[in-house]
Structures are given as structure tokens and as C-alpha cells.
């Protein structure tokens, strides 16, 4: 982590939820600040404010789902790096967000070994 600080926006309507991918970003080393938002609106105003090096943004979410988010932050900054976060059931969706743009995504319940696997994957992603 020595190379530079790492900003992570995790957008998840549920606290609980973004409580655990926070202790996982931070029990990983993978960031040195961890931005969080309730929902797709926030997050794509917490990614033009804050520019984290990436992102995990939940499915579904109320104001704006996590699609609709992505799209957004794909406007913003076509390189950005976005992890979806998602159920085992939601398989289309998924394979609709990595076609908008998404880099991964991480199913819940989390394994916690593998979804810091798949952010320090993505994180080192030109």
C-alpha cells in the first residue's frame, strides 16, 4: 500500500452491510480512507467529490439502484473502477453492469478472502 493513499466509496443502502465491507477494506489494507453512501444518488455525488481510486456499489438500492449509478459514474469517469455487489439470484444484472462498465462484482453473502481478492484485483487494473 506503500505506492499511494487509496480512497474506497462502498455504496450500500444497508449500514450493516457497509459496515462489513469497510472492516474488510481496512482488515485487508486495501485503503487508507473508506467513504461510504446510502444509496445510488449519494454515491455517484460521493464519487464526483471524493474521485476513489475504486468502488462497491450494491444492486438494489431506493432513489437510484446501483445500474443506474453506474451508468452515471461511467459518464463521470469512463476508467472508473466499480465493483457491484451482489446477490446470488441476480446473475443478469450483473452481466448487464460489467457490459455499462463495472470491473467485478462480489456476492452476498461475502466470503471475506475472496472479495478482498477481487478488489485488490481490480484495484491494480490499469
Known amino acids: 500500500m506503500s505506492y499511494s493513499a487509496k480512497k474506497i466509496l462502498v455504496v450500500d443502502d444497508a449500514s450493516f452491510m457497509r459496515t462489513v465491507l469497510k472492516d474488510i477494506v481496512k482488515g485487508n489494507g486495501l485503503a487508507t480512507e473508506v467513504i461510504e453512501a446510502a444509496d445510488g444518488v449519494e454515491g455517484v455525488k460521493a464519487y464526483q467529490a471524493q474521485k476513489p481510486d475504486l468502488v462497491t456499489m450494491d444492486v438494489n438500492m431506493p432513489r437510484a439502484d446501483g445500474i443506474q449509478a453506474l451508468r452515471a459514474i461511467m459518464k463521470i ?43 485488490n484485483k481490480v484495484m491494480r487494473q490499469k
Open 77 to 119: 469517469d469512463p476508467t472508473a473502477k466499480v465493483v457491484m455487489v451482489t446477490s446470488v439470484e441476480q446473475k443478469q444484472i450483473v452481466q448487464d453492469a460489467m457490459k455499462i462498465g463495472a470491473r467485478d462484482y462480489i456476492v452476498k453473502p461475502f466470503d471475506r478472502s475472496n472479495v478482498g481478492l477481487v478488489l
